[in-house]
């Protein structure tokens, strides 16, 4: 039937495919190999999880999907993000945490322990978020999506910065069925809508000279926050899915936080396949940084210049005041209109 590890994860997809109708206990025993009893202790962890599920004696077991059954609130757990998940390696192994102090921070110690690629950290709440350069990341609970996820490529630590690209590229895929008009990334990976944050990606390594031991991805998504969610350091620079989408619904974090992972695997998989020069061609394709006035902030001050393009390993290319061309491998910027 699936080669999941934990039997609930299929027996939570097989219900999910029946569409609501009633499948027996003897059909999932058979369908499993495993005994009713066993059965039973399954559907109870499901149960636990959020789902609701219905038992009707001579019946068998069905999955009460939609408001009717959770109110707005659909189930954020592992079963429920696995039981949506379709591809072959990441997310397998999935660990999730009501609160954690950061996701990148417990990834970080399972890489250490030798946890394979494709383990993803997704915690409801993080204590202590970070983003970029060491600010904070808000991660209240029941809103965000807030999780890491463990790669092992076998490259040169200069091409991580690609990596970070490509996982914009995938977070990007994952959004594109919600048709937000204004949405793009800003380099080398916020995910803006009209020009607010909604995602940040944070991408942090472990290497030797020439050999990278691991790199994670460290992505936050502000899903179903309403405007007044955000502190007020950052209401006016901080979005969310739900206020750009139609008549601000809530959406399930589950299935989207599945589709990210699915769609990093894929994405991951050209990057190894395809090389950089693939990345850099779907990053300019949702880019909206290119051909923009940018303003340059690092540690040397702030400098106004034009982006004119990517090179392959993702370093930016900028034209200053002066015509002077020259490559950016990080740092701050803010976009401003020509």
Known sequence: MSDWADPSVNILKYLKKAKAQFV?????????????????????????????????????????????????????????????????????????????????????KMAAQNAPEGTVVISDMQSAGRGRRGKAWSSSPGLGIWMSILLRPNLHPSSVQTLTLAASVAVMQALEPFGIEGIGIKWPNDILIKGKKVCGILTELSAEAE?????????????????????DDISSLATSLKINVKNETLLDR?????????????????????????????????????????????????TNAEAIDITEDGRLVVKDENGKEYELYSGEISIREA
Request: proline share 1%; net charge positive; glycine share 10%.
């Open 24 to 108: 027996s206990g003897e059909e999932l025993s058979e369908l499993f190999g495993m005994s009713r009893t066993a059965i039973w202790k399954r559907i109870d962890a499901i149960k636990e999880e959020g789902f609701n599920i219905e038992a009707v004696t001579k019946k068998g077991y069905r999955l009460i999907m939609g408001e009717k059954a959770y109110g707005k609130k659909a189930p954020y757990g592992r079963l429920a993000i696995q039981s949506e998940l379709t591809g072959s390696v990441f997310g397998r192994n999935l660990k999730f945490f009501q609160v954690t102090d950061s996701t990148n921070q417990v990834l970080k």
């Open 254 to 302: 589950s299935v989207i936080a599945a589709a990210i992972i699915d769609e990093m695997e894929k994405v991951y998989r050209c990057f190894i396949e395809k090389g950089s020069a693939w990345v850099v061609r779907e990053w300019k394709k949702y880019n909206i940084t290119l051909g923009k006035r940018i303003k340059i902030i690092n540690h040397q001050g702030e």
């Open 211 to 231: 050999k990278v031991d691991w790199v994670i991805i460290g992505i936050g998504l502000n899903v179903n926050h309403s405007k007044s969610d955000f502190p």
